[in-house]
Structure formats: C-alpha cells, structure tokens
C-alpha cells in the first residue's frame, strides 16, 4: 500500500492492549480538536473530537483527553484491533482550515 | 450515500506543465475543502469553497488555485509543476460548511496521486 508518511513516530502493540497516542497541538487559541485515522491507500477518516471547554470524551472503545494547559492532546484505544493499524493524525481548528499534527504510525501485531 | 470521489486516482506529470484535479462532494454538501500531503509536511491545508466562493486560503504560492462551482463540485490547479509538488492532494467535504467548531464535519475523499518528474 502507499505510505502515507516517512519518519513517523511508530507505536506497536499487541492486540488486545490499550493504545495510547498523544499529541501536541501549536494554538493556544484553538477550540475545536479532531482526531483522524488514515489507513493506507485512503484518505483520513474522523474518529472522535472535542471542544476545548471540555477534558475527556469518549466514543466507541476510543476516549480523547485535552490539556488545554500543556496544549496536549491524547487518543486512547481500548482493546486494539488489527483493523486499527494505521495512521493517526490529531487536527486543530484555525478558522475554515485544520492544521494537522504530524501523526502517530500504529501497527497492532497479534 | 456516495462518499467524496476524487479524479484521478493517479497522475504523472513533468516539471513547467499543469494539472487539474477534481472532487466530487458528498451529495448535498456545500463545503468543499484541498489539503496536500506529503512525508515531510504532512497534511496542509490549501484552500476551502463554499457556494462558489473561496473563504479561505492556506499559505502555498499563487500556482495553486481553485474553483467550485454551481452543482458544489470542484477543482484545483496547479500551474507550472515543481519536483515538491508531488504529494497526495486530499479533498474533504462537508454539509453545511465547514466552521470547524464542532457544527459539522468534514469527509475526505481518497485522494489524488501527483507525481511530478
């Protein structure tokens, strides 16, 4: 499949283990955060989002936290799938744009 | 419901041509938003439409333009191709317009492979 980015950080861990992505985000004044899930070959996907005037959301099997004063962002995943290997990007809202972050490489190994 | 679809999939270009690449929003869906991808930036954000009208616009040189129009499909160009242009370039749609405050969201289409050689 297409590499979807070089020199990523890499987390791998085994199926059925938590997984844990963390995230710095650049504007202090952004309120709006996304997390995105990019497998390869395809574009990202939306997982979960939160506003800033919140810490914690959780969805299906997946929970973000915010820090609104380390300027962190955290996407949790509870008992990791195969089908969870991929890419996972967080995204700040600047306006009508997203600024992404770099993104986390998650490979599930069974 | 059909998802954003990208034309084409893949393309090769050479240096000092152009290429228009196209992105068929979500049915319904007025906002249309190009991002470019590649390994060393990462996602950027070019450009974003809605009813027509560019809202706003990321920080890449005038080469790169756009255009929606009237059915809310749109277009991107790139003039005079640069070896850097080769990225995979993302469309993303949403419904009502993208205000990225939590109102709505955006879906991405798969994307177009540029190769510039």
Request: hydrophobic share 30%; net charge positive; glycine share 10%.
């Amino acid at each position: 499949g297409e590499s979807v980015g070089l020199h990523l950080p890499t987390l791998s861990v085994q199926e059925g283990d938590n997984s844990i992505i963390n995230c710095a985000y650049s504007n202090s004044a952004s309120d709006y955060f996304i997390w995105y899930k990019q497998e390869s070959g395809k574009g990202p996907q939306f997982i979960i989002d939160i506003r800033s005037n919140m810490d914690k959301r959780q969805g299906q099997r997946v929970t973000v936290l915010l820090n609104k004063t380390v300027k962190h962002l955290s996407l949790q995943i509870a008992a990791t799938q195969p089908g969870d290997s991929a890419v996972y990007f967080c995204a700040e809202t600047l306006g009508y744009a997203l600024n992404f972050g770099k993104g986390t490489s998650l490979l599930v190994t069974p | 419901k059909a998802g954003v679809t990208q034309t084409p999939r893949y393309l090769i270009k050479t240096r000092g041509q152009q290429v228009t690449l196209s992105c068929s929003p979500i049915s319904g869906h007025r906002s249309v938003s190009w991002y470019q991808q590649t390994p060393g930036q990462g996602l950027q954000f070019l450009f974003e439409y809605f009813s027509e009208t560019q809202r706003n616009k990321g920080n890449f040189p005038g080469r790169f333009s756009g255009r929606q129009f009237s059915n809310s499909r749109s277009e991107m160009n790139v003039s005079t191709l640069e070896l850097g242009d080769s990225a995979l370039y993302l469309c993303a749609s949403s419904l009502r317009g993208w205000r990225g405050d939590g109102t709505d969201t955006q879906y991405f289409g798969p994307g177009t492979r540029l190769t510039v050689l």
